[in-house]
Structures are given as C-alpha cells and as structure tokens.
C-alpha cells in the first residue's frame, strides 16, 4: 500500500533512514565494510510506513529483503550515501541505523591488484569518511526536527553513547552492546538504551521487529509534540 493512501498518525510526515554497510572499494573486485544484516533498519522502515509515514530508505549493499511501501535509494559508499541523504531531505525526522565504514581506501584502484608472485603485499592507505549523521545533527539551515542516531558498543554501553550523543549533537542515540556474548550482531533480538536530553532509558530485550514499533511510535508521538 503507498504510503500517501495508508491513514496513521505520521501521515503527511516525511522520515529518512539509513541503513545496512556502506562498501568502501579497494579495487574493483575486493572492498571494506562494516558488519551488518539491515535488520534493524528495515524493522524500523516498516514501523514508520506502517504508521502512515513518507519513509525514504537509504540503504548499502544488505542481506535484509527491502522494506515495503517506502522509497528506496541504494547505494554503495559512505561518500554515495552522505550524497543521497542530502538529496532526499527536508525531512521531518531521519534515523541513521546504517553501520558506515568508518575509512575508505584513499586511493582505490581501476584494475584489479594482482599479486606478484613473490609474496610482496598490497599497502593500503586509508582516508576517513564523512561522518552522515553528525553532518545532518549540525546541519545550520533545513536540519529535520528530530535526528536518532545508533551507537553499538562494546565496553560501557551508555557512557559511550552519551559521549557520542553530545559530540554529534543528535537529538537520540540508541545504543546497543555488540559484545560477541550478547548475541546481539547477526541475531534477530536487540535489547538497547534510548539516550536523550532526558538520560538513559534502558529497554528490555525483544525482538527487532519489536524495537522498531516502540522507537515508531516513540518518534511519532515526539513529532505530534
Ligand atoms: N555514522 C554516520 N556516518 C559515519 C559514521 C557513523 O552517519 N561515517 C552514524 C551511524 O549510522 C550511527 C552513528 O553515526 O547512527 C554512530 O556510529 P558509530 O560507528 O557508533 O560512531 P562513530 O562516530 O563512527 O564512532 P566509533 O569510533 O565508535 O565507530
Ligand atoms: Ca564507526
């Protein structure tokens, strides 16, 4: 069902997400990325569209089947998606779940790199990629109402977040701990900390499909404000 037909308390909202890895190439054939399935980020797509929301899903290269009933904008690079987030605002809301290659390849390569034969090895330069959701938190003119943020951490979940949050200046961080014990990469549960202007709001552990649903109506209800 398009989302212009579908009745919900975000109808007439227009909301940005991002999500799934960015690919950083190192030649045309090989790249860098982040670990991540979509999950989450489709989970939530599919919330807000289901709330009546103009959902715009900013995606990498994931595993995860598209969210339905929304626009979709595929890319493959960080640089590609800071450029397709800034096409598709304004916005009223933009949740940024994609897990963005932190360094891309300084120089990547137009031929595939060969190996020598004598067991010389590839020295790869880096250079870092523009941060998306701190660029979009900082924005002086057009910035969308309400900007979430996702930290996963290991180590001392909320004091990073917090950090995080104050230093790209995003109204939420949802913050979840990606220790390998949790479980968490890669599983369909996620139990995270909502960080806002209010401190820490920890939720217990459900299904992603649940946070997603809890995070909607969460925004809808900060967007009826
Ligand atoms: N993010 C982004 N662009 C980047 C890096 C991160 O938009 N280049 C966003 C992510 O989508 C997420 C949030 O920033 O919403 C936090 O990502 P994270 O990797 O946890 O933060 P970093 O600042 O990259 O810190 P870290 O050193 O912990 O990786
Ligand atoms: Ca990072």
């Given at each position: 069902v398009?989302?212009?037909?579908r009745d919900?308390?975000?109808?007439?909202?227009?909301?940005?997400?991002t999500?799934?890895?960015?690919?950083?190439?190192i030649?045309p054939?090989?790249y860098?990325?982040?670990r991540?399935?979509g999950?989450?980020?489709?989970?939530?797509?599919?919330?807000?569209a289901a709330?009546?929301?103009d959902v715009?899903?900013?995606?990498g290269p994931?595993?995860?089947?598209r969210?339905?009933?929304?626009e979709?904008?595929?890319?493959?690079?960080a640089?590609?998606?800071?450029?397709?987030?800034?096409t598709a605002?304004?916005?009223d809301a933009?949740?940024f779940a994609?897990?963005?290659a932190?360094w891309r390849?300084?120089?990547?390569s137009?031929?595939?790199i060969?190996k020598?034969?004598?067991?010389?090895?590839?020295?790869?330069?880096?250079?870092e990629?523009?941060?998306?959701?701190?660029?979009?938190?900082?924005?002086k003119?057009g910035r969308?109402?309400l900007?979430?943020?996702?930290?996963a951490?290991?180590?001392?979940v909320?004091?990073?977040?917090?950090?995080k949050?104050?230093r790209?200046?995003?109204?939420?961080?949802?913050?979840n701990?990606?220790s390998?014990?949790?479980?968490i990469m890669?599983?369909?549960?996620n139990q995270v900390?909502?960080?806002?202007d209010?401190g820490?709001?920890a939720?217990?552990r459900m299904?992603?499909?649940?946070?997603?649903k809890?995070?909607?109506?969460e925004i809808?209800?900060?967007l009826?404000?």
């Amino acid at each position: 069902v398009e989302a212009a037909l579908r009745d919900g308390p975000l109808k007439g909202k227009r909301i940005l997400i991002t999500s799934g890895p960015t690919h950083e190439p190192i030649d045309p054939v090989r790249y860098i990325a982040n670990r991540s399935s979509g999950a989450q980020g489709t989970a939530i797509a599919n919330a807000l569209a289901a709330l009546g929301a103009d959902v715009v899903f900013v995606t990498g290269p994931a595993d995860a089947a598209r969210p339905r009933g929304v626009e979709i904008v595929e890319v493959q690079s960080a640089r590609e998606m800071l450029e397709a987030v800034e096409t598709a605002l304004p916005a009223d809301a933009a949740v940024f779940a994609a897990a963005v290659a932190d360094w891309r390849v300084a120089s990547a390569s137009d031929s595939k790199i060969k190996k020598d034969g004598m067991g010389k090895l590839p020295v790869l330069e880096f250079a870092e990629n523009p941060d998306i959701l701190a660029t979009v938190s900082q924005m002086k003119a057009g910035r969308p109402g309400l900007v979430v943020g996702f930290a996963a951490e290991t180590d001392d979940v909320v004091a990073h977040a917090t950090a995080k949050r104050e230093r790209k200046q995003c109204d939420w961080i949802v913050a979840n701990d990606v220790s390998p014990e949790t479980g968490i990469m890669g599983g369909s549960e996620n139990q995270v900390v909502v960080i806002s202007d209010q401190g820490a709001e920890a939720w217990p552990r459900m299904g992603k499909d649940q946070v997603a649903k809890r995070l909607a109506a969460e925004i809808s209800t900060a967007l009826q404000e």
